[in-house]
């Protein structure tokens, strides 16, 4: 921890509002584009401003686009880690179809700055929705071959079946966040629980598991690589028409007052405190809650009792992004 402290919320205080969108790429860079969400929710918020319904959409689809991208590092790495190279280069396989989706859509693969307050900066390129449903129709047979690798091969059950095991009541007081403490039974995922962007009109599940090691955080995110494919389609094929951005004023100026707001990124509950004294252009205090950071604080109790071999499989199963933890 360190080493990739860059002091992103001092530098958000010396920043006006539409900058700071750019460091938020910064944080979990696997995952740019929800953060980037995050942090305009939370301004819209502040600002009471009413986001058009086709740029909801869009947003839905792209988080759930850069979900799916993050759970395919986490289950490449995850299995590499173990000892099972071949998962690595199947799931980078995919992840490269979402990031040429994000090429197209705004021109980058990592760092996307793709979003704006009140809305999108550019509508979706022509076709680009056709390609979004073509690569789900690719996507749900690769988990497959994902699980046929990995969730009854012998040596995967034993290095993850009862490592790591956390009660849901452990994982709550703790503060742990996402597929982490969903692995543990706990019913909390922000997508249902404070519906953002447009997920309250989206039909899903949300995936828990029940013994809490690392196998079920395993087969949790298993399970979200399906849900976010069946968001990704009614978000797709019931995209409305319409305006992309709101009625935004041309100097971003909230007026004095300090909101919370949270979203749940691929690790967790990403939240953003912001703080605005009415009177400058950039924010009085800028606070964020990375999920990475709560989920890393559990760390201590998952790898007690357990060989120094298991941890690697215990850091693999929260699924940490450095750059979120010290930021």
Known sequence: MGYLHRGIEK??????????????????????????????????????????????YVRTILCELQRIASHCLWVGTHAMDIGAMTVFLYAFRERELILDLFEEFCGARLTYNSMRIGGLPLDIPPGWDKKVLEFCAIMDSKIDEYETLLTHNRIWLERTKGIGVITGAEAAGLGLCGPVLRGSGVPRDVRKDEPYAAYDEMA??????????????????????????????????GLPEGPIVGKVPRLIKPAAGETYHAIESPKGELGFFIVSDGKSTNPYRFRVRPPSFCNLQGLRRLVKGHLVADVVALIGSIDIVLGEVDR
């Open 204 to 237: 899903f599940d949300m995936a828990l598991g029940t013994a809490g090691d690392t196998y079920d955080r395993y087969l949790v995110r298993m399970e979200e690589f399906r849900q976010s494919l069946r968001i990704i389609r009614q978000a797709t094929e």
């Open 11 to 56: 530098l958000s205080e010396n920043r006006n509002w539409t900058q700071i969108i750019l460091l938020t790429d910064r944080m979990d860079y696997v995952a740019a584009a929800t953060s980037n969400v995050g942090y305009c929710e939370t301004v819209e918020k502040l600002m009471q401003l009413e986001v058009p319904r086709r740029a909801r």
